[in-house]
């Protein structure tokens, strides 16, 4: 019987090699225990409302109109909403050609991106352009897009930093690209060394690959590390050097936690170091409401901004983008919001401050704003994950996650073997049977051979964070146990 184009022995082999393990077996796994009727904590993804953030409420208030106007006629409409809200939708509404039920242009509405590239200039202190800038569904989209542009076949490689986001390494696998890793320094807090990036390159090209792009992940996911501005002219002196465009993945740009690693942009940076770089360096930058204090993962939206790409490839971009018709335009309007939130004086400020809290701006301090409670509850996972036995973890200096090194004994490396499982794999697995915590085994993103890690978010609501650091330490030291701690490493 000859098979069909979608039968699974026909189907696309990259399509069956792209791995993604952030929903992967161990999410299959605690998905099932979870409909058994086992409590689970899903800390596998950096998915905040899904654990128990609220949402910001003036971004609801303007949505929430613009998603049923006719709420904009009924007179008491201002008895529910403040006026801020009625007039920012208004002005939403204006910019649509037919509300929110009307595709927009595929490069997204031209307002919102007037709205983003005020706000890159107002972050960077450099002019940003309106027309370089594409909105699109969540910053993976984005991602996808512009790695699609770049990858002709096999033999185009694209640098990845190793621990990864796997949205990276899935991507180059579904175009049929190969991924060129270069390792960050665990004990180094996770930093970038230049050489490591020459080696790579260097390997790389002896096997017949040619390197197009590099990936940075600042803040890092699951690394949690931000990026020196030292390290980041390196980086870009490197690009220049290469002729490699930079991926800037800055989703988790408003997830800082340690006042003196703040965040830089890369464009920022590029832009310092003047001419020559400045006018050659390719960058493309992206951003997303998933994460910050937003968190609206749901929402998908997202934007890059394009520096140094030259005319006709942004037509080029732009048509592809244009297949898809329309970034999703509510998404749109959140991220309008999110890069012109309101200010100083407006009806809904100090509601809004409120919710949000700038850790920068201690004057703001609460004990219940989101990115002070994200720094306290990053502290309580590491020095935790530091308490147990055998395991180390650098403190998150950024965006959502803990990234602790499991020493795992020889003993539980061999029974994993004999389980037919990956060591760290047969570890969270054992975690999640045990306690209901659902994390991501470290090697679904990458690490170096014969070391684990796991990653966890550092999301869990702050009043359950000390019981589930509880039990997992109590796992923790009885598998160290049952596998026999005796095996010579020491701590780092
Ligand atoms: C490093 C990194 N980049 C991109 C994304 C994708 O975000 P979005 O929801 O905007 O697609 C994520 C999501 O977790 C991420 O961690």
Known sequence: MSLKALDYETLNENVKNC?????????????????EGK????????????????????????????????????????????????????????????????????????????????????????????????????????????LNCIIRDQKDGILVPVPQYPLYSATISLLGGTLVPYYLEETDNWGLDVNNLRQSVAQARSQGITVRAMVIINPGNPTGQCLSEANLREILKFCCDERLVLLGDEVYQQNIYQDERPFISSKKVLMDMGEPLSKEVQLI?????????????GQRGGYFEMTNIPPRTVEEIYKVASIALSPNVSAQIFMGLMVSPPKPGDISYDQFVRERIKISQKRYFNSKGILESLRRRARIMTDGFNSCKNLVCNFTEGAMYSFPQIKLPPKAIQAAKQAGKVPDVFYCLKLLEATGISTVPGSGFGQKEGVFHLRTTILPAEEEMPEIMESFKKFNDEFMFQYGDNFGYSRM
């Open 19 to 35: 791995q993604y393990a952030v929903r992967g077996e161990l999410y299959l796994r605690a998905s099932e225990l979870q409909k």
């Open 285 to 297: 930058s992206f951003h997303t409401v998933s994460k910050g204090y937003w968190g609206e993962c």
């Open 39 to 146: 409590k689970i904590i899903f800390t596998n993804v950096g998915n905040p409302h899904a654990l128990g953030q609220k949402p910001l409420t003036f971004p609801r208030q303007v949505v929430a109109l613009c998603q049923a106007p006719f709420l904009l006629d009924n007179p008491n409409v201002g008895m529910i909403f403040p006026a801020d809200a009625i007039a920012r939708a208004k002005h939403y509404l204006s910019l649509t050609s037919g509300g929110l039920g009307a595709y927009s242009d595929s490069r997204g509405l031209p307002g919102v991106r007037k709205e983003v590239a005020e706000f890159i200039q107002r972050r960077d202190g450099y002019p940003s352009d309106p027309e370089l800038i594409f909105l699109t569904d969540g910053a993976s989209k984005g991602v996808m897009q512009i």
